[in-house]
């Protein structure tokens, strides 16, 4: 057998969890507290650490459980007991009540999903589903994310149908000109017979698309886990693996 990965060496930790050894060891402390060690059958093969470990290095590399449970040390049937059990565990936490200066913004992202019962061909004539993720204007974290629809589905029908519109209920939101109609602030867009925009509202819609810029620095940094970019997942398994590579995007901003 070749090298084995384990949380035990800290080389390991960064590359395939996007943490320093700190915050590894925080989320790891977290995850325990939410029933972690929670034996269901059988013994767990790997230490919390290591299960942890593993299920980071699935999302972050998008090879097979096949692939990835030799590197642990662990058949694929212990490696899928892991993959069904941590990630509601990894999951992002509701939103709390924001502060009054709050601001979030909102935006869509395509997912290239295998599972057509929650995909549709969508840009590139690939099934996509479509995410939507919501952000904290100011500190850039992860707020929330809605529940996975077909990626042909757009952004305005998906903002209430993926229901991350309750997120938004208790703070000013931004988002780009396809969220009409939902009471978000959107930019100015010329009205019939105005042939341009006035200097105020082109100087606010600038400033609206520096704002909205952070939400799409967000969004690539996600997309960094290479499983966003071709999920094999079935059912709940993109949504619950949005949320936990949201969670760790999150704990790697706030240090």
Same mark, same amino acid.
């Given at each position: 057998?070749?090298?084995?990965?384990?949380?035990?060496?800290?080389?390991?930790?960064?590359?395939?969890?996007?943490?320093?050894?700190? $915050?590894?060891?925080?989320?790891?402390?977290?995850?325990?507290?939410?029933?972690?060690?929670?034996?269901?059958?059988?013994?767990?093969?790997?230490?919390?650490?290591?299960?942890?470990?593993?299920? /980071?290095?699935?999302?972050?590399?998008?090879? =097979?459980?096949?692939?990835? /449970?030799?590197?642990?040390?662990?058949?694929?049937?212990?490696?899928?007991?892991?993959?069904?059990?941590?990630?509601?565990?990894?999951?992002?936490?509701?939103?709390?009540?924001?502060?009054?200066?709050?601001?979030?913004?909102?935006?869509?992202?395509?997912?290239? =999903?295998?599972?057509?019962?929650?995909?549709?061909?969508?840009?590139?004539?690939?099934?996509? =589903?479509?995410?939507?993720?919501?952000?904290?204007?100011?500190?850039?974290?992860?707020?929330?994310?809605?529940?996975?629809?077909?990626?042909?589905?757009?952004?305005?029908?998906?903002?209430?149908?993926?229901?991350?519109?309750?997120?938004?209920?208790?703070?000013?939101?931004? /988002?780009?000109?396809?969220?009409?109609?939902?009471?978000?602030?959107?930019?100015?867009?010329?009205?019939?017979?105005? =042939?341009?925009?006035?200097?105020? $509202?082109?100087?606010?819609?600038?400033?609206?698309?520096?704002?909205?810029?952070?939400?799409?620095?967000?969004?690539?940094?996600?997309?960094?886990?290479?499983?966003?970019?071709?999920?094999?997942?079935?059912?709940?398994?993109?949504?619950?693996?949005?949320?936990?590579?949201?969670?760790?995007?999150?704990?790697?901003?706030?240090?």
């Amino acid at each position: 057998m070749g090298v084995v990965i384990s949380a035990d060496d800290p080389k390991w930790i960064e590359p395939f969890s996007g943490l320093t050894e700190v $915050q590894f060891g925080r989320l790891v402390t977290w995850v325990r507290r939410r029933g972690g060690d929670v034996q269901r059958g059988r013994p767990w093969r790997l230490a919390l650490e290591d299960r942890v470990l593993l299920v /980071a290095t699935y999302w972050r590399t998008n090879l =097979t459980l096949r692939q990835v /449970a030799p590197w642990f040390g662990v058949s694929k049937s212990a490696a899928d007991r892991i993959l069904d059990h941590l990630p509601p565990l990894l999951a992002i936490s509701p939103a709390r009540r924001p502060r009054k200066d709050t601001v979030y913004i909102v935006d869509g992202t395509l997912v290239p =999903t295998r599972d057509r019962t929650i995909a549709a061909s969508s840009k590139h004539h690939r099934n996509s =589903t479509n995410l939507q993720v919501v952000i904290d204007a100011n500190s850039r974290l992860v707020v929330a994310i809605g529940l996975p629809l077909p990626g042909t589905r757009n952004d305005c029908r998906a903002f209430t149908e993926s229901s991350i519109d309750r997120a938004c209920r208790s703070a000013p939101t931004i /988002a780009d000109g396809g969220y009409q109609a939902t009471g978000l602030l959107i930019p100015h867009r010329r009205r019939r017979g105005q =042939t341009h925009l006035s200097p105020q $509202q082109e100087a606010e819609n600038a400033v609206h698309r520096r704002a909205r810029a952070r939400v799409e620095h967000a969004l690539s940094r996600l997309k960094n886990w290479r499983v966003l970019r071709d999920c094999r997942l079935k059912g709940n398994g993109v949504h619950q693996a949005m949320l936990g590579i949201a969670r760790l995007h999150n704990m790697a901003l706030t240090g």
